[in-house]
Nanobody
């Protein structure tokens, strides 16, 4: 069992930056691939970024490529999402997820554990 707690969300102006953190508790964090997803009001939850268990492989949605960076610190059981050049369309609840897989998953069903989410609001 893995418990995930996100933090770092908030209100920021367009063009600004935020860093989200997700702390995991439970067993074997370093053996899980980690992902960030987001859900805007009235829309489906979408993949944002993912990182393999070792941190050697990352994958991004086209909409955030070049602006967001995912990283992890296995010693701290933490995964991060650095978000730069934020746009109003980035406004959403951001969720952290953990999946027992060797590669980076981009689909919700590939992830086994989910956090409660943190709100990110980007104003114009």
């Amino acid at each position: 069992q893995v418990q995930l707690v996100e933090s770092g969300g908030g209100l920021v102006q367009a063009g600004g930056s935020l860093r989200l953190s997700c702390v995991a508790s439970g067993r074997s964090f370093s053996s899980y691939a980690m992902g960030w997803f987001r859900q805007a009001p009235g829309k489906d939850r979408d993949f944002v970024a993912g990182i393999s268990w070792s941190g050697s492989n990352t994958y991004y949605a086209d909409s955030v490529k070049g602006r967001f960076t995912i990283s992890r610190d296995n010693a701290k059981n933490t995964v991060y999402l650095q978000m730069n050049s934020l746009k109003p369309e980035d406004t959403a609840v951001y969720y952290c997820a953990a999946g027992a897989m060797l590669r980076v998953g981009v689909e919700e069903y590939e992830y086994d554990y989910w956090g409660q989410g943190t709100q990110v609001t980007v104003s114009t």
